[in-house]
């Protein structure tokens, strides 16, 4: 499997500001990561696709302005919520895929401890 | 639009005895579905999964069943174990509108084992 870690586990921000998220992928080095997002009592949803080297594919509805995906290293994926709101308060959480571009590459996803994210 | 539904966000087992989790979808696309487990503190791993051509897998004392003409999946869990305590985490999978894989999670079901 895959060690993944984020950073910071939890963060405490004023509205306006610009928070930084990171995923590390520890002992294997991942073309492609997913960010998600959980809101209270709901489901994980996909944010965002991270692929080294390239821009990020975005889902429907999510910001790509406002939500800042850089996937520069094999290892680092980051996660900037610019000028973020109170409605930006979730549980952030990445994943990393083994499996490369192939289908059913979604039972090799492994996923990171998750951010809570606060805006005040 | 919540097209992978777990209707129980809750579920209490004595240990020993059966857990029955169940999973609703209502895209006839999804081709293959997964339970993923999850922690406290921990990002969710991988348990198991079944692509739609069949409809059933086991994998030791995890076994997933699939009714399509239902598009209803349930994992059973026998025997309970109380380190089986955790939320269980239905998903499943499709092609996005990228052409990329794309997983779908239900809101989940918190399993409490009971000693």
């Known amino acids: 499997g895959a060690v993944v870690s984020q950073h910071p586990s939890w963060v405490i921000c004023k509205s306006g500001t610009s928070v930084k998220i990171e995923c590390r992928s520890l002992?294997?080095?991942?073309?492609?990561m997913f960010w998600y997002r959980q809101f209270p009592k709901q489901s994980l949803m996909l944010m965002a696709t991270?692929?080294?080297?390239?821009?990020?594919?975005?889902e429907q509805g999510v910001e790509k302005d406002k939500f800042l995906i850089n996937h520069a290293s094999l290892t680092l994926s980051t996660l900037t919520v610019t000028s973020a709101h109170p409605e930006d308060s979730s549980f952030y959480i990445c994943s990393v895929s083994l499996g490369g571009s192939g289908r059913f590459l979604t039972d090799t996803q492994y996923f990171g401890p998750g951010t809570r994210l606060t805006v005040l | 639009d919540q097209q992978v539904k777990q209707n129980s966000p809750s579920l209490s087992v004595q240990e020993g005895r059966i857990s029955i989790l169940n999973c609703d979808y209502t895209n006839s696309m999804f081709d293959y579905f997964l339970w993923y487990k999850k922690y406290p503190a921990e990002g969710p791993t991988f348990l198991i999964s079944i692509s739609s051509i069949k409809d059933k897998n086991e994998d030791g004392r995890f076994t997933v069943f699939l009714n399509k003409s239902a598009k209803h999946l349930s994992l059973h869990i026998v025997p309970s174990q109380p380190g089986d305590s955790a939320v269980y985490f239905c998903?499943?999978?499709?092609?996005?509108?990228?052409?990329?894989?794309?997983?779908?999670f239900g809101t989940g079901t918190r399993l409490t084992i009971i000693p």
């Open positions: 002992d294997f080095q991942a073309t492609t």
């Open positions: 998903a499943a999978s499709g092609i996005s509108n990228f052409g990329n894989e794309k997983l779908t």
């Open positions: 991270s692929n080294e080297g390239s821009k990020a594919t975005y």
